[in-house]
């Protein structure tokens, strides 16, 4: 795994009324504090492709259906530089992902309908100068070639 990455199991409290299960505490060993939470949607055969922050952690989590995250470590000072990690998230089975500063990612829907990701950066996102750095799909700077030939940016 990537330096700093965490892939944390979410506990699921089910009854006969439903479930619920908590994606992100303040007491969380991997909170660093809170900026804002939102929801991103990926359509099936889409990929939302490569970017990577310089003061933002992200915190994912699948809510609906299933994607395939990609990280890549380009941070020089870090011992996995160069490393590739593919993720796997599932509505159906929870799981919260920490994305640290500097890791680039993207992610894709691999399910039949849309896959929703909530998103709980540590940093409020700022319209006029904003912390998201992209990287084009078929960049060589990012060396995955499943996405090079993939719809997405």
């Known amino acids: 795994m990537i330096a700093g990455v ?27 504090s809170f900026g804002q939470a939102y929801v991103t949607i990926c359509k099936p055969g889409w990929v939302k492709g490569w970017h990577y922050h310089m003061k933002q952690q992200d915190y994912f989590c699948v809510l609906r259906g299933k994607a395939k995250i990609v990280l890549f470590d380009r941070r020089e000072d870090s011992l996995t530089k160069n490393e590739i990690n593919e993720i796997e998230l599932d509505s159906s089975k929870p799981q919260t992902l920490v994305i640290p500063i ?3 990612h993207g992610f894709e829907c691999l399910s039949a309908d849309e896959a929703w990701i909530m998103n709980i950066p540590n940093q409020l996102y700022n319209y006029k100068q904003p912390d998201e750095y992209r990287i084009l799909l078929n960049s060589a700077e990012v060396p995955y070639k499943p996405w090079q030939s993939k719809k997405g940016w």
């Open 6 to 32: 965490v892939l944390k199991d979410l506990k699921l409290h089910a009854d006969e009324r439903g479930a619920l299960f908590e994606i992100l505490r303040a007491d969380s060993p991997e909170f660093k």
């Open 102 to 104: 500097g890791v680039v």
